[in-house]
């Protein structure tokens, strides 16, 4: 294959970037919006040793479940990748991506490998709590969005449809508060300006609503101005506070962050739960399918009451918490200080008496508990996307649970870590795909191993 070819494709499957997956010459071609089951015509646009990437020059037959995205400029922003598809078309595409992953890293037989239906929304718009969009100039005018896909492009975004509505209007308030008081705005090319990013969460079960605005410089002209115009135009909010990032960075925060007015931190629930989130917080971005997921965690955990449970990676101990009722004792860790601090002081305001949680890395701590005599019966792991740490593998593998509840956002680290404790002796025994991002290509899993 070369640049310029152009060729019919048939569409077989769906990539985990959302691209539709044909083969030409037993050559794998990548094609950005093509859906499985279509038969189209590509042109190559890129050539690899071991795969080529193409664009749509048209479609031959279209696919039943192409429908017209929503959102008026999909196309160019990327931050959705397969809105051109139906609802229960993404559903069930996101299964097979697991199912991918789990062929091409893993040995396990196909008629063996159990993988549910995903769990998806009943209302796959506006499921966002929290937006982040850089500010910029075009035209002499300010924007806030995000940069399209592959490119340094900043894209205005007036109305984002995946986003909580309260997130949308208060953006676009401030965006027109630095308009109108001609504000400075960062330039990230000469690394002058001041205002970088606009961050608003919101607070689905007590809408509260929180605005941090990133900026380059700690003071700025017309501050105390911007301030009192964002009381004025904005009294639904009920945290302001600004954060200072002066390095020259991808990174959205810096370490200085001060408040405004307001209260430092909002209240969000989950189910009978409550978490204070400060702006630097990390959340899950849907609360909605969070409870979905947290629930199936506690479904393949099947708790009896009398079990031990490691929470590993806990973060302020989310996942802990909504299991602990369940459990005998519950014991999580993180490296992170200040997540055990957040999650020592959630398990004290909800009463729970049974969970215990210490700094440190769990290959570390595990052992040690072990060697004291307390020996876990379940292990919960929520890593981040590039998995599990190979050394806490190893452990897990040396301590052996009954059984390990996999949590995952990027299924094909999943299938790498899954192989590797398929060889230590478990065997998986149910991978259930979870829909926390509708109209992109990301997918969750919860997946189960259990000691043979």
């Not at 089951?37 to 990437?53: H, K, Q």
């Not at 094909?412 to 926390?436: C, Q, R, W, Y």
Request: hydrophobic share 35%; with cysteine; proline share 4%.
């Amino acid at each position: 294959m070369k640049i310029g070819q152009t060729f019919p494709l048939s569409i077989k499957r769906l990539g985990i970037n959302g691209e539709g997956i044909g083969f030409y010459k037993r050559q794998v071609v990548f094609v950005p919006g093509a859906i499985p089951g279509e038969d189209i015509f590509v042109e190559i646009t890129r050539v690899f040793p071991n795969r080529a990437e193409g664009k749509i020059k048209k479609i031959k037959k279209a696919s039943k479940n192409r429908v017209t995205p929503l959102c008026p400029i999909y196309e160019t922003c990327g931050g959705c990748q397969v809105q051109h598809m139906s609802y229960s078309a993404q559903l069930k595409e996101k299964r097979d991506m697991v199912i991918q992953a789990f062929e091409r890293y893993t040995k396990i037989p196909k008629d063996q490998l159990q993988v549910g239906k995903t769990i998806g929304m009943d209302e796959p718009w506006a499921y966002r709590n929290k937006s982040q969009f850089q500010v910029g100039i075009n035209k002499d005018t300010v924007i806030a969005g995000l940069y399209s896909s592959n490119t340094h492009k900043l894209i205005n975004i007036d109305h984002c449809l995946v986003q909580h509505e309260d997130t949308n209007i208060v953006t676009n308030k401030v965006k027109q508060i630095i308009r109108d008081l001609n504000l400075s705005v960062y330039n990230e090319r000469k690394h002058t300006g001041s205002i970088r990013t606009i961050v608003v969460r919101t607070a689905f079960r007590t809408d509260e609503i929180q605005l941090a605005i990133v900026t380059a410089t700690e003071d700025f002209p017309k501050k105390k101005l911007f301030i009192d115009e964002v009381k004025k135009r904005l009294p639904q909010i009920t945290s302001f506070v600004q954060n200072v990032n002066e390095e020259k960075t991808s990174l959205i925060f810096g370490n200085q962050t001060e408040e405004l007015f307001g209260k430092v931190t909002i209240t969000e629930h989950l189910r009978d739960l409550s978490f204070e989130l400060s702006a630097r917080a990390f959340f899950q971005l849907n609360p909605q399918q969070t409870v979905k997921l947290y629930d199936e965690v506690k479904k393949q955990a099947k708790l009896s009451g009398e079990e031990k449970v490691v929470d590993a990676y806990c973060g302020s101990g989310t996942i802990g918490m909504w299991l602990a009722k369940h459990a005998k004792e519950v014991r999580g860790m993180d490296i992170i200080k200040e997540s055990i601090i957040d999650a020592r002081k959630n398990a004290k305001k909800h009463g729970i008496t049974n969970a215990h949680y210490e700094t440190g890395k769990a290959e570390m701590l595990m052992p040690k508990w072990v060697k004291e005599g307390w020996h876990p019966d379940v292990i919960v792991v929520d890593p981040p996307r590039t998995g599990c740490d190979q050394t806490f593998l190893e452990t897990v593998a040396r301590i052996k649970p009954k059984r390990m509840v996999y949590v995952s956002c990027n299924p094909s680290t999943l299938a790498k870590d899954v192989h590797m404790l398929i060889t230590n002796g478990f065997e998986v025994e149910n991978v259930t795909p979870v829909d926390m991002f509708p109209q992109t290509a990301q997918v969750e899993a919860v997946c189960t191993l259990v000691l043979k």
